[in-house]
């Protein structure tokens, strides 16, 4: 990797793509991920590279849905292994939920290092590498799903997904929560709480809202589901990121 200095001005940045250019090299990110990558940068630039308060709501909204949930599961790819490894083995460790890869771009290689990055971390419930179900309605490999993990779960996290897979879980009535930048991917309009922040802020507030959440009864926590819409929420998304590029301007109108 390259030495990139802690008070480099983009060294969070730099290093996310350090992780994903390491990724590929160990063969656990596709190729196609750096493209990926570049595409969630260009969002993450325009929302100011912080959490949002959409994304803060929608964050509080989809601890309560884990917490609430029967049997969820948490979908890992290439990128989500090289960006949040750690920080999804913490996440499935605190709910007690299997974690599944489940790739776009599959490779039986693939699955296998991402799976063992991921048991390398302390993950006990590893899944997708032997899937014995297909996702109706998909012809690619994302079809591919484990029966007792994703397949059988009624609520699902889905980080830098693609549309199609999300759209389809929608229809098996799961509640679908995704991690994307761009508030108008086809993932962030299906799914039914879209965080529209960076995987690597998004996992450990995730992990935060939990903690200060599993305390709460049962009507409180489907009171916060109730009261979420995620129409609003990427709308005052979309608005965010409209009043960061006004400061913007403002400033170079000084
Ligand atoms: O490992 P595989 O084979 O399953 O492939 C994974 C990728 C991500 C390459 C594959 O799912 C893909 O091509 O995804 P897309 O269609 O490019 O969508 C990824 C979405 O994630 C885009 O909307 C990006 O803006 C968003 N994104 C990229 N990086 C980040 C991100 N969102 C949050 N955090 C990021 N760091």
Excluded: W
Aim: charged residues 25%.
């Amino acid at each position: 990797m390259t030495d990139i200095p802690k008070s480099h001005p983009r060294y969070a940045s730099l290093m996310a793509r350090e992780k994903i250019a390491s990724g590929v090299r160990e063969g656990i990110t596709s190729i196609q991920g750096l493209i990926a990558q570049g595409r969630g940068e260009t969002f993450d630039y325009i929302l100011g590279e912080r959490t949002t308060l959409a994304a803060e709501n929608a964050t509080v909204a989809a601890s309560a849905a884990l917490l609430l949930a029967e049997r969820p599961a948490i979908s890992v790819n290439g990128n989500v292994a090289a960006l949040a490894a750690a920080e999804m083995v913490e996440l499935a460790t605190l709910l007690d939920v299997p974690l599944e890869v489940n790739l776009f771009h599959r490779s039986e290689d693939r699955v296998k290092r991402i799976a063992d990055l991921l048991r390398s971390h302390g993950a006990k419930n590893v899944l997708g590498e032997k899937p014995d179900a297909r996702i109706p309605g998909l012809e690619h490999s994302r079809a591919l799903a484990t029966r007792n993990g994703i397949y059988d779960a009624d609520v699902v996290l889905i980080p830098l997904e693609d549309g199609d897979r999300c759209e389809a879980l929608r229809k098996m009535g799961k509640t679908v929560i995704a991690i994307d930048l761009n508030p108008l991917s086809r993932t962030s309009m299906m799914a039914s709480i879209s965080i529209v922040d960076n995987i690597t802020r998004a996992v450990p507030n995730i992990i935060e809202k939990i903690q200060q959440l599993s305390g709460c009864p049962r009507e409180e926590l489907q009171r916060i589901l109730d009261e979420y819409d995620n129409k609003r929420t990427l709308k005052a998304a979309l608005i965010e990121m409209q009043e960061y590029l006004r400061s913007r301007m403002d400033e170079l109108a000084c």
